[in-house]
């Protein structure tokens, strides 16, 4: 073009010298893949994180160690497969929780007895989380899974190995038992204006 030629010289590194051209292409290469996978790891952790810690904070009621199931599951669920997906995830953290809470089949979910009173009343946020914590362990993850992260009882049953039945009676004992803790709890005081 405008009567210019166009010479490209290529600059080499004194420890390029020793590859070759092709080697070199597969040494970029394979950087690259790694880069790719690391980034892969990256997006997966990112995107399951925050369901992690919080199921994991409103089990155990302590960051830190919501912090530790955190780790501690994704240590697992990359150790499994380096590309976890969903399910491999949420198994691992089952594991964990199981390693900390007793979550059997064979836990009775007798229905409390149901009382109107009360249930009308506002709620703080506040309020619902301690009452959350009050749950017996299996019907709070179960209440979380279910209410909170809308799992469907038969994925939550798949996870927990329960029977779908079993799911869905300590799921309706979970939310019968919040709204009891909830209608008896103390009204918050309101400051005067």
């Known amino acids: 073009m405008y009567g ?40 997966i ?4 994180r925050h369901r992690v810690f919080s199921l994991a ?12 199931i955190l780790t501690e599951t994704f240590v697992a669920a990359f150790q499994t497969d380096p590309e976890p997906d969903c399910g491999m995830v949420d198994r691992a953290l089952m ?15 007798a229905m409390p007895a149901i009382s109107d ?3 009308s009343r506002n709620v703080r ?14 019907e709070r993850l179960i ?21 779908e039945t079993n799911v869905r009676r300590a799921l309706m004992a979970a939310r019968i038992r919040l709204r009891q803790q909830l ?4 009204m918050p005081c309101r400051e005067a204006a």
């Open 4 to 43: 210019i030629e166009s010479t490209q010289e290529v600059i080499l590194f004194e420890f390029e010298k020793q590859f070759p051209a092709e080697a070199t292409s597969k040494i970029v290469a394979t950087q690259g893949a790694k880069r790719s996978l690391e980034q892969r790891q990256r997006d």
């Open 95 to 109: 594991e964990r929780l199981r390693e900390r809470y007793s979550l059997s089949d064979g836990q009775s979910w």
């Open 45 to 48: 952790y990112e995107s399951h």
């Open 57 to 68: 904070f409103y089990m155990t009621g302590n960051e830190i160690e919501a912090e530790s």
């Open 183 to 186: 209608a008896t709890a103390p």
């Open 143 to 163: 209440f979380l899974l279910r209410d909170v992260e809308c799992y469907s009882p038969s994925a939550i049953a798949e996870l927990l190995k329960l029977s």
């Open 117 to 119: 009173e009360g249930v």
């Open 125 to 138: 946020r506040t309020e619902l989380e301690e009452a959350i914590q009050e749950l017996p362990d299996t």
